[in-house]
């Protein structure tokens, strides 16, 4: 079943329930952004790569080799 069809199906579903099981339902989805929050956070944090380059940025900046954000934009294609 496509997401956005999901998304409608559940969305219809919780209209037919209860205040309080509505409740445990929200309480549910809101815990399940969460733990898609956390496993996206680890996904980073093992990408050794992807921490090396970060490290290097703050390196950079605590060195003061950085450049305005207006600049970086004028001279980038965004």
Excluded: Y
């Excluded at 329930?17 to 952004?33: G, Q």
Aim: hydrophobic share 40%.
């Amino acid at each position: 079943m496509r997401a956005e069809s999901l998304k409608t199906k559940a969305k219809k579903l919780l209209d037919h329930l209860s205040e309080d099981k509505a409740k445990v339902a929200v309480s549910f989805l809101e815990f399940l952004c969460e733990k898609e929050s956390w496993e996206a956070i680890q996904e980073i944090l093992k990408d050794r790569a992807l921490m090396a380059s970060i490290q290097r940025g703050k390196e950079d900046i605590a060195k003061g080799k950085v450049r305005p954000w207006t600049s970086v934009k004028a001279t980038s294609s965004l």
